[in-house]
């Protein structure tokens, strides 16, 4: 049986790292690949520029809002292909959304209108484009939902995964060396002896480089996994990984289905 044990939560950072017991790298990678392939998003599609004479050219306007993450609710909206309106586009496959500014200096995300209040930019003061006097933008944008195997901008977040590795300290005979060298606050002096901070040190990517410091120290690697899983802002961690196993449960019964 799989446990999953969380083993830090970063809500500023949308970021959660947690450990996977009783599975193996097979089982984590398909995690991490249902993940960024999946897991559908809405991201900017279509857009028709009608007046944009800032610096940036309008393919390179177009690029940023496409790489806007935009906030969205999986409930209310169906991949075009799954739609009743077979992709012709309507309500419930498309998102319209409106940029239009001629203030003199930067226009952010949050100056975009949205049809529907509860699917906006994540980030209200990303920067889309910078302004000089007598300069406009005037852009309608259509948002659709789309998996990140078509394309990285409906990507939901970056996930990565690894095998648990696990400092040991023994008799350190140079604590001063390793301390000097220690970045990442692994490491802590009380007194003459080394601790270890294990919540720092599920995080380290330099574990293999502070075993060569003293031969005092050891690594070893167990069987269980430390997954980490970074929102772009789309979707929560939660929602993300729901819907990744949903999505991984529905392959699994079409497969039995087709045996």
Known sequence: MIKLEKIKEERKKNKITFMMKGSDEVFANTVRRMII???????????????NNSALYDEMLGLRLGLTPIKTD???????????????GCARCELKMTLKASKKGYVYAEEAKSTDPKCTFAYPTMPIVKLLGKQKIDIQMTAVLGQGKEHTKWTPGLASYRKEAVLKVGDVKDTKLVMENCTDGVFEL???????????MAESNLLEYY??????ITLEYTD???????SWGQLSNKEILVTAMEMLIGKVETLEQLI
Do not use: H, R
């Open 224 to 230: 269980n996994i430390i997954f980490s899983l970074e």
């Open 74 to 88: 999986l409930k209310s909206y169906e991949l075009k292909q799954n739609c009743k309106c077979n992709g012709e």
């Open 211 to 216: 075993a060569e410091l003293d031969k005092g």
């Open 37 to 51: 392939e999946e897991v559908p998003t809405l991201a900017v599609e279509n857009l028709e520029i009608k007046e």
């Open 190 to 200: 009380k007194g003459s002896k080394l601790s270890l901070d294990k919540e720092k």
